[in-house]
Each structure stands twice: as C-alpha cells, then as structure tokens.
C-alpha cells in the first residue's frame, strides 16, 4: 500500500493535481450550503485546502501551487477582461471616475488605519506591512513590501525580516478574502438591498442613460430641407443618426435611403444618440407620435446576429451594407448597449444588427452576416493566449518610480487583465474573434478562482494554524480584519449615499479595490455583469496604488 500513501502524502504530480481536486470538490459540495439565506459559495475552495494542508496532504513542492495558483488567477482576470473589454470603454467615460476615486479612497484608508495601528501598537512594522497586504489580499504588494523591508535590513536581519513580512501576510489573508465578503454583506443589510428591486431600477436607469440609441418620430417642419437628400442633411450636423423610413402626407411608406429626398410635411423614423437628440430637432422639425408598425407596407423589423467571421472587424461602409435600398440597419446592440449604425461602425462577432426592409432583402443580409447562433458555439483559443503572452509581458515590466527603492510592476493579475480590455474592445481589427458564449466565460472564470483559492489554502495549510496559535497571532488577524473591514464599509456608505452608486457596480468596485478576487466571485450578480465591468474598472488602478502603498509604508514609517 506504499503506493496510496505515496500519492495522499508524497510530493509527486499526481498527488498534487489529487489534493488540489479533492480541495475543490469539497468546497463547492460545501458551498451549496446556505445559513439564513447566506453561504459562503466558492470561499469553501480555501476552508478546505487549508484544512487538507494542515494535516500534510499539501506536501507538494511550493513551485507546483505557486504556478497553478497564478495561472488559475490569470484565468479568471483573463476572462473578466475579455467579456467587459467591449462596453469598457463607454462604461469607464459615464462612471469610471466615480468608481475609481472609490478604489483610491479605500486605499487611502487603508494607508490611514495601518499608520494608526503602528503608532498605538508594538507590532513591528515588517509584520504590519504583512498584515496590510494580506488583508486586502495583495501578493504583489507583499512582494514589495518585504523585498523593501529586506533592504533596509543588514546581513541576517534581512531573511528575517521577509519572514515577518510572510507571516503577517499569512495571518490576514483568510480573514482578508472572509472579511471582504462579509463586509459587502453587512452594506447589503444597512442598506436594505433587495436584488431583485437592485436589478429593476438598474434595468431602468440603464434603458434612460446606457443605451445610447433612441427611436424618434420627427415631422419635417425646415424649409431648407425641402426637397434635400439624407446623405446632404448628414452633411449639416456632426452627429450620426439614421433616418429608417420615410412617411409622406398621403401616407405613402417607404425605406430611406441616403438618395432619398425629404420634403416639408413627411414623418421620418429617426434613430440617433440620445444626447443628440435635441439637436436634430432643431435641425429637422418636431417629434411626433407614430405607430409605424400599424402603416401598410412591405417591409419588416428584424434582428440579425453577427457570426460570419469575414464580418469581424470590418465596418458597415467597407461591407458596403449600410447604404441599400432595400433595407436600413437604424442600431446595433452590443454587450447591452444600444449603440447608433453609421458607416464607420465596425462589426464584431456576437453583435445584434437591428434591420429595417423587405423580407428578401433581409434574408441576404442574414446571409452575408451570418446569423447562426451553432457558430458562436466554436472555441476561439488563439485571443486567449495570445492575450495571456502579452498580458504577463505587460504585467512583468518595471516601472521606476523617483523616490522608491525597487521598480513597481503591475504583476500576473493586472497585466492580462488590461491586456483582455484591449483585445476584447479592439481585437477585430486584427482579425481576432474575442466573442465567448457566457457559459464558456463563466467557466473559465469559475475554474481559475478555484485553482487559485485551491492552491492559496494549500500553500497556507502547514503554517496557519501556528501562526494563529503564536504570541500575537489574535492581535494580528484581528488587525488584519480591521485593515480589511473598515476601508470597505467606509468606502461602501460613502459611494452608495454620495454617488448613488448601484449594489451591482458597487460590489465590483469594492472588490477591485480591495484588491479581492474571490469577493467579487462570491458576490457577483447573476443578472447582469455591471459586477465585472465596476471590479475591471478599478482593479489596474487599485493595483498599482497598493503596491505602491505597501512600500511607501516600509520605506516612510
């Protein structure tokens, strides 16, 4: 039976891959269990790996977890970056300001309350700087900080600095990934959060602002347009917008074309950005009630999705689409957002083409579009790893900062992250298919948060429990959830009282900034990825400062 123990207590591959699955499986049996309405789902993964550790079945050699631990992380950021990478952008000019003057502002506390425990505590201050990081779950910046501490440190003093700096570290970060959850709780229970009324006025709020497409009906009332073609009245104004259909005083009904001419008197259907819309009024004429969909004619409304890849990346105006007879595309919707078609407009893979015309007219459109939901279903594998390459390239650049003893780099979580954005938002110029199905997205996200928090609690197992039950270990967890808590809570009030902010966005945001991915898996929304998009927003940010913070605080106090 040498062989059963070898492989439950060895220190081979096959014993490593055994633990690592029998930490996850646990965790997510356990995770289906829920106190009063509240469980702790994927947080499981770690309970159980530490548990598994601490009796010696995480034996392996440190270099297997670390790289499996790293790589389950990227995953997940990776994936998180890819869905969100097409609304970004858009997102980050509406809201991103707000959400990552939050994320700083929370490292500003956290800075605040470390500084205060050192002055009214004995801890040493290498260990603090541990217990900082842990508790926002930062191996980076803990990376950092004992790197810094190590410096400053003669001969042997320096080895045993970064232990103070690891044991620290180690202390906080169960609570770190406990309390942060608990925190975003404990707002949900101030504030009296109903998801699904959350989710409603979100629903709500997002047709009135997010979607920038809006329907007009608009009678000609302008002189100087009598008798004008679309395609000069686009030369009057900047904006883009379309006019779908044309309607004469006799009622006569037909499709718009930029060849067709308006004449005083006719009703348009007119689709541009909301904010344009009062502009094109005083350009046009006035809006008007129509029921379009009751007038006689021939033609009909209809949503195609893009899945021809020879349409990834190129525009309506290159396609040569835009601009028949026969139909008119008025919108293109595209990770929620209803955005305007015009020329320009580059197509994307998963993108809903909303089209006006004649039924045999929409029928080549399907075709040259693709409309074939079974082709979305194919893997794209290249975008992936090809953004992983550049993101850990990205990630492993120094950056010199005057001041500071050591380079600050982004690392293996926030290189790949920035590196999803910009392959999500602008990989179709290159040819890259970025689209994924949410069900494909979701388990590589689930995947690598459970490879991480697998290996994390198996790294953690052996020394844990000593930690714990060392002098001052209590003082330390105990201001390590301090450290992890407050900046939360705080951070939470002030953005849900002041900005207003959405449950939704708000749990991302204080997830990113803490620097936290199992939060945010554990308290991501189902409904909607306004989570995601608000942790995307802040995490590059959030990173860069804590890595900062923590030497700052070595180097400073």
């Not at 998801?195 to 709500?204: D, F, G, M, R, T």
């Not at 347009?225 to 917008?241: N, T, V």
């Amino acid at each position: 039976m040498n062989w059963l123990e070898t492989l439950f207590f060895g220190d081979s591959v096959a014993h490593s891959v055994l633990v690592i699955a029998a930490a996850i499986t646990i965790g997510l049996a356990l995770g289906k269990i829920k106190i009063a309405g509240v469980g702790f789902g994927v947080m499981w993964i770690l309970f159980a790996a530490i548990l598994l550790g601490h009796f010696g079945m995480g034996n392996a050699q440190p270099n297997v977890y670390a790289f499996l631990g790293d790589f389950g992380l990227i995953l997940f950021v990776y994936a998180i970056g890819l869905q969100i990478g097409p609304s970004f952008f858009s997102s980050f000019k509406t809201s991103g300001l707000k959400m990552n003057f939050t994320a700083t502002f929370m490292v500003a506390l956290t800075v605040l309350l470390t500084f205060a425990i050192y002055k009214l505590s004995d801890i040493p201050l290498p260990t603090l700087a541990g217990i900082m990081t842990g508790a926002v779950t930062n191996t980076p910046a803990m990376s950092a900080a004992a790197q810094a501490a190590s410096n400053m440190a003669t001969g042997a003093e320096a080895g045993e600095v970064s232990r103070q700096v690891a044991l620290g570290y180690a202390l906080a970060y169960p609570l770190g990934v406990i309390g942060a959850i608990a925190s975003i709780f404990i707002l949900k229970m101030i504030f009296r959060i109903s998801y699904a009324k959350e989710s409603e006025a979100v629903e709500c709020e997002r047709k009135k602002t997010q979607n920038s497409a809006v329907r007009m009906s608009v009678q000609i009332e302008n002189p100087a347009l009598d008798g004008m073609k679309i395609a000069d009245l686009h030369k009057l104004s900047d904006c883009h917008f379309v006019i779908s259909r044309i309607c004469s005083p006799d009622g006569t009904c037909k499709i718009a074309s930029p060849e067709s001419s308006v004449s005083a008197g006719d009703k348009v259907l007119v689709v541009c950005d909301r904010e344009d819309s009062k502009m094109l009024l005083t350009l046009i004429g006035r809006e008007v009630k129509m029921q379009w969909s009751e007038l006689k004619n021939s033609f009909e409304l209809r949503r195609i999705l893009v899945t021809n890849p020879q349409t990834n990346g190129k525009s309506l105006g290159e396609l040569k689409i835009a601009d028949r007879l026969s139909f008119n595309i008025t919108r293109i919707s595209r990770a929620g957002l209803g955005l305007v078609a015009h020329p320009s407009f580059e197509l994307q893979m998963g993108d809903i083409v909303v089209a006006v015309g004649a039924p045999e007219a929409l029928d080549n459109l399907e075709k040259t579009l693709g409309n074939s939901m079974a082709d979305l279903r194919h893997p794209h594998l290249l975008p992936i790893f090809l953004g992983i390459f550049f993101g850990v390239i990205l990630g492993s650049i120094p950056f010199a900062i005057p001041g500071m003893p050591h380079p600050v780099r982004l690392g293996l979580a926030c290189g790949p992250m920035i590196a999803a954005i910009l392959i999500g938002r602008y990989g179709a110029n290159f040819g890259l298919v970025t689209y994924t199905t949410i069900s494909a997205g979701l388990m590589l996200r689930k995947t690598g948060m459970s490879l991480f928090l697998a290996c994390v609690g198996l790294s953690l197992g052996e020394s844990f429990l000593p930690a714990v039950l060392s002098k001052n270990g209590i003082e330390y967890i105990a201001c390590g959830a301090l450290i992890t808590a407050v900046p939360i809570l705080a951070a939470g009030i002030f953005a849900r009282c002041v900005f207003k902010m959405d449950f939704f966005t708000l749990t991302g945001v204080l997830s990113g900034g803490n620097t936290n991915p199992p939060a945010l898996a554990s308290c991501s929304s189902q409904e909607n990825d306004l989570s995601s998009v608000g942790y995307a927003t802040v995490y590059p940010l959030a990173m860069f400062l804590r890595i900062v913070s923590a030497q700052l605080i070595v180097i400073f106090l």
